[in-house]
Structure formats: C-alpha cells, structure tokens
C-alpha cells in the first residue's frame, strides 16, 4: 500500500496568511494526488486533483503543486472559511490512501 | 444539482451486521462509480471498496475482505454498503462519494452515516 505522510500536523495562521502544507507518498505516484477541505461535523470537499487542476467552483487561492513523492497545497491568502482540516489522496493505486491530515487553526 | 443522501444513523451490538444506503440525484446514475470511505473518531479517512454504477463489478479493500459488500440498484439511484462481524473498531463516519470513471478523486461526497458499535 502507498503511504501517504503531511507536514504539518497542526498549524495555527491569521487571516491573509500564506499556507504551505505537504504531502509525501511512500513511492513515487506521477502526478496522481488528490486534496480535500473537511471543516468540522461536515464532509470532506474536493479541492484539487491530478496534483493542480483546481476543482470547479474552488476558489483560486488555493494551489497545488508537485509530482513523483512531494507534493504541496498552498493557501495563498487565508479566509475565515478556510480554517479546517485538509487531507491528500494518492489516486495511483489501489487501496486509495489518505494523509493523516493537516488541521489549520485560528492564530 | 448534485446530491448524494445517506441513511440515518446507526447504533449496533458486536457481532452485527449494517446496511448503509445512499441514494443519488441531480446527474445521470450510470455515469459514475460509487466509493465508500470511512472515518473513526480522530482517525484519517479509510477507501473500503467501490462498485461501477453501470456495470456492478466491485473492488474491496484487503483491510474488509469478507466482511464488505457493496450493491446497487440502478431503478432506485441507490448504492449500498454492507458490513458484516461489526466490532467496537468499526465505529465511524461512513460516507458514500462519487467517482467519475478512469479517476480517482471523488468529486460529491454523501453527508456521511454515524455508525456506533456497542454492547
């Protein structure tokens, strides 16, 4: 199975904010990774597939990037709305596999 | 628009079986594949298996080999998940998600169906 590991964990940022989080796979997985929003008692949201294609509907402040093992979200200018938890997802190989998520939280 | 809803919430004894329904809308039900995921209390989300809405065929996770069953009945837009040797780690959010063919991500995600497993 491709295990997938974010950096970091938690971490705490102000309104309009730049966020950076990552994602790495256990091997190598193209360009093939998904990353989804989960705000608290809700369902995980698509954000980003294939590594940087933006969901439609998906505000542009969200970015993604990265290919082979490293992979990186960014957040470019931090809204209220976007405090919550986020998760990767290798789509390359079954069993699917998520991160164990990265929370961002209110500075 | 859009709508993936799933049955209500559940409380099983160990041992038990469960039977989670999610009934979609809003988009042509064929046209897609269904996936279950499930997320424990402070855990990451888990891919159980998933069925082709068209066809039927299914794949399963090795981690509920035996114990899954996913079905669907194409006059109702209704998929189904069924769990079987319920144990007190199989307590979770279930959610339903739909999956465009030839992907992987999942682009509409059901609100999710607590399941608590408990003597």
């Known amino acids: 199975d491709i295990q997938l590991t974010q950096s970091p964990s938690f971490l705490s940022a102000s309104v309009g904010d730049r966020v950076t989080i990552t994602c790495r796979a256990s091997q190598g997985i193209s360009n093939y990774l998904a990353w989804y929003q989960q705000r608290p008692g809700k369902a995980p949201k698509l954000l980003i597939y294939n590594a940087s294609t933006l969901q439609s509907g998906v505000p542009s402040r969200f970015s993604g990037s990265g290919s082979g093992t490293e992979f990186t979200l960014t957040i470019s200018r931090l809204q209220p709305e976007d405090f919550a938890t986020y998760y990767c997802?290798?789509?390359?190989?079954?069993?699917?596999?998520f991160g164990p998520g990265t929370k961002v939280d209110i500075k | 628009q859009v709508q993936l809803v799933q049955s209500g919430a559940e409380l099983k004894t160990p041992g038990a079986s469960v039977k989670v329904s999610c009934k979609a809308s809003?988009?042509?039900?064929?046209?897609?594949?269904f996936h279950w995921v499930r997320q424990a209390p402070g855990q990451r989300l888990e891919w159980m298996g998933w069925i082709n809405a068209a066809s039927g065929n299914t794949q399963y996770s090795q981690n509920f080999q035996g114990r899954v069953t996913i079905t669907r009945d194409t006059s109702a837009n209704t998929a189904y998940l069924e769990l079987s040797s319920l144990t007190s780690e199989d307590t979770a959010v279930y959610y339903c998600v739909r999956n465009p063919f030839g992907t992987g991500w999942f682009d509409y995600w059901g609100q999710g169906t607590l399941v608590t497993v408990s003597s």
């Open positions: 809003g988009y042509s039900f064929t046209g897609y594949a």
């Open positions: 997802q290798q789509l390359n190989n079954y069993p699917l596999t």
